[in-house]
């Protein structure tokens, strides 16, 4: 069993920045592949950045070049650096844990096994 416990949320303008935390306990964190998501309003829950044990990103064409994601294995934790925010990226945004994610379910919410409770990103424009 793995518990995810995400932090950082909040408002802010538009062209501004965040970062996510995401907490893990429960598995060596190590051996897990980490993800965020995110769901708007009235939306489904959608993929945003995917970081591999290996280290491997992968991110959705939305956030390219916006937003980072990177581990700190000694820390147990994941973190997602959001720049340039925009309105459309309001949404609660969701920690997610995977065991064994093959490469072609890393951006598929199936794809994983643990999920947090989500934090609210909220931009004002």
């Known amino acids: 069993q793995v518990q995810l416990v995400e932090s950082g949320g909040g408002l802010v303008q538009a062209g501004g920045s965040l970062r996510l935390s995401c907490a893990a306990s429960g598995r060596t964190f190590s051996s897990l592949t980490m993800g965020w998501f995110r769901q708007a309003p009235g939306k489904e829950r959608e993929f945003v950045a995917a970081i591999t044990r290996s280290d491997g990103t992968y991110y959705a064409d939305s956030v390219k070049g916006r937003f980072t994601i990177s581990r700190d294995n000694a820390k147990n934790t994941v973190y997602l650096q959001m720049n340039s925010l925009k309105s459309e990226d309001t949404a609660v945004f969701y920690c997610?844990?995977?065991?064994?994610?093959?490469?072609?379910?890393?951006?598929?919410?199936?794809?994983?096994?643990?999920w947090g409770q989500g934090t609210q990103v909220t931009v004002s424009s």
């Open positions: 997610a844990a995977g065991v064994g994610v093959l490469r072609y379910n890393l951006y598929s919410l199936r794809g994983y096994d643990y």
